[in-house]
């Protein structure tokens, strides 16, 4: 079986199917991801010997505001993301007997499109229940579609995200449809997502309730990592008790751009050490000099599941991998949220009692302080380690067994 992984993202979007490919391959498959040419998703790939089909533009420059966008609006953008990303992987698709896709909507889009025109089979996964129809959540808002007052049934309020949806993605998609010959769609939502796309997350951390729309639900996709800490890191990991953990991975935190510093402070004031992740967002202490001082020690792009178990807690911004890699190691979290899904798994760490949701995308002294202390609580550690026992650590087999019965 010959199968392509798709996606339009952050490391969050991209490392899981490379988890996915590796299981994938066990199985005799042949796989190949597509993934946005930045470097380090290329040298992910490479490092575990998945084939990388680069598509569209990169990300990070994107992100972190490096690459000016020209003024446009979402429905133009979209039409260019998808244009794009339909152009880079048709050639993989057409020899491709199933077809994965993940990361921003229009992306997926052209992964189904160009699914359709192969011949080949079509899933989507999500790796947040959030973005999947359920009376049980509203959907999120669309830039310029607020949700009207008046409707407040989430029911509804998904009724009226096809027609959004619609508004924002439908022409660009069945302008693409038109280009390669393929009939138009009225939903686009619902020819995207399918009629029973996967959820590509733990069951335990994050459920799905009943609901009249019909969810996969696999577990979370895990690319396992035996890569060693570095030397100098275990040296101060050895020098002195566990330390707390900070970085929010791909968020840019414009708006917090002395979260480290603030960051040190709040864990000073529980008398711990600061290990940074520096983050798109190249984040670094004031003094750059105290970079290597003694109660604290920044590293760039790092093994968390070697290095989770050994904090005290782990503060970050709540992104689908981070939070199941921070739950699966038992160590406590105390998560900042800034965007989409994020504050979804802010309130599961909060409701689960594994840490701390911290109300907002910025913070002080005085709120980390307050969220480290509750997330340093003896209590809040024995239920992380008792959580850590029932993840599961399956999804990507469960997702393999489902391709292969769906291709056949």
Known sequence: MRVLLSTFGSRGDVQ?????????????????????????????????????VPGGEAVRPIVTGATKMAPQSLPERAAGIMSAHYERIIEAARDSDAVVATGLFP????????????????????????????????????????????????????????????????????DLRSSIGLEPVDDVRGH?????????????????????????????????????????????????APPVYVSFGSMPMQASRDAAQIAAEAARAHGRRVVLGSGWADLAFEDASSDGAEDRFVVGEVNQQALFPRM?????????????????????????????????????????????????PSFTVESMSAALERALAPETAARAEAVEGEVRTDGTTVAANLLFEAVG
């Not at 590796?22 to 290329?42: N, S």
């Not at 996969?216 to 800490?229: F, H, K, S, V």
């Not at 005290?312 to 190691?329: D, E, L, N």
């Not at 038992?330 to 909060?350: E, K, M, S």
Request: hydrophobic letters at 40%; aromatic letters at 8%; a negative charge.
């Open 192 to 240: 995207v997502y399918t009629r029973r796309p996967w959820l590509a997350a733990d069951p335990v951390l994050s459920p799905w309730p009943p609901t009249d729309f019909e969810v996969e639900q696999t577990g979370a996709w895990i690319l396992p990592d035996e890569r060693p800490l570095p030397a100098d890191l275990e040296a101060f990991l050895e020098a002195g």
């Open 107 to 174: 992306a997926c889009a052209a992964a189904r499109a160009a699914a359709e025109k192969a011949g080949a089979r079509y899933a989507l996964a999500a790796f947040a229940p959030t973005v999947l129809p359920s009376h049980h959540h509203p959907p999120y808002e669309r830039p310029g579609r607020p949700h009207p007052p008046e409707i407040t049934d989430n029911r509804e309020l998904w009724d009226r995200n096809i027609e959004d949806m619609n508004a924002l993605f439908g022409k660009a998609y069945n």
């Open 16 to 52: 899981p199917l490379a988890g996915l490919a590796l299981r994938l391959r066990e199985k005799g498959a042949q796989v190949r991801v597509c993934a946005p040419p930045d470097r380090e998703f290329a040298d992910l790939l490479a490092g575990v010997g998945v084939p990388f």
């Open 312 to 360: 005290a807690a782990v503060v970050h911004h709540g992104g689908a991998g981070t939070t199941f890699t921070a739950t699966r190691s038992g160590t406590p979290q105390v998560v900042v949220p800034q965007i989409v899904d994020q504050p979804y798994w802010a309130g599961r760490v909060a409701d689960l009692g594994i840490g701390a949701a911290h109300e907002g």
